[in-house]
Nanobody, 128 residues
């Protein structure tokens, strides 16, 4: 059973930085997979912020390019097995619930329906 647990949310002033972490367990790391970070603002659809494939390939939403970085320390030999999202130059528009997500098919879907496993989410609040 794959489990994802986020940490590192919180509050910060505009211009500040936060690093989100997502502890991953239960994966078969020899198979292709895709992991990502999503966010959701009340009343709006959940949207993908960034994703990283098992081969390390990354992709970002236009609204975070140059500010956010997704990276991972995940393998069958890693003691950490953690997905990260470094968020810099935060603005109030980045305020949202942030979720880590994963699938085990290797295809990196853009929408949330393409991801099978989800963390419970944590709030990020950026004040002006």
């Amino acid at each position: 059973q794959v489990q994802l647990v986020e940490s590192g949310g919180g509050s910060v002033q505009a211009g500040g930085a936060l690093r989100r972490s997502c502890a991953v367990s239960g994966y078969t790391y020899s198979s292709p997979y895709c992991m990502g970070w999503f966010r959701q603002i009340p009343g709006k659809e959940r949207e993908r912020v960034a994703r990283i494939a098992s081969d390390g390939g990354t992709r970002y939403a236009d609204f975070v390019k140059g500010r956010f970085t997704i990276y991972k320390d995940i393998s069958k030999d890693s003691p950490k097995n953690t997905l990260y999202l470094q968020m810099n130059s935060l603005t109030p528009e980045d305020t949202a619930m942030y979720y880590c997500a994963a699938n085990d098919g290797g295809y990196c879907a853009t929408g949330p329906d393409g991801y099978t496993f989800w963390g419970p989410g944590t709030q990020v609040t950026v004040s002006s």
